[in-house]
């Protein structure tokens, strides 16, 4: 997996890109995104168009980091999953607790809303 973060708005936007499952790769974006740095963010997107794959780990990883930021005061969200990331995420009902954005736009407008 690869992946890609940038700070925008006081928004940090993480753009992965292939599988989702457990590696390195997958753990070394949790510790760029959460691990013991200063907080960077309290606000996090998620895009999710270019993963065409994710296992119960990955799916373990979306719900980790949402828990982290929820419980810092802040909100995350996803942007454009795939069909089949998006199907997965029904199957799993983790649609339920995860807002899903089709866009950058949307989803700035979302965060931005969620703190005030």
Do not use: W
């Amino acid at each position: 997996m690869k992946y890609q973060t940038e700070l925008k708005d006081d928004i940090l936007f993480v753009r992965l890109e292939g599988d989702l499952i457990a590696g390195t790769d997958t753990q070394r974006m949790i510790d760029d995104v959460d691990g013991g740095k200063p907080l960077v963010s309290l606000l996090c997107a998620i895009d999710l168009s270019n993963v065409r794959f994710m296992d119960s780990s990955g799916m373990g990883v979306l719900v980790s980091l949402l828990t982290k930021f929820r419980n810092r005061g802040g909100e995350l969200v996803l942007i454009k999953p795939s069909d089949h990331i998006r199907k997965l995420l029904i199957v799993t009902k983790l649609n339920a607790i995860f807002t899903i954005a089709e866009n950058d736009d949307f989803a700035a407008q979302f965060l931005k809303e969620s703190i005030y």
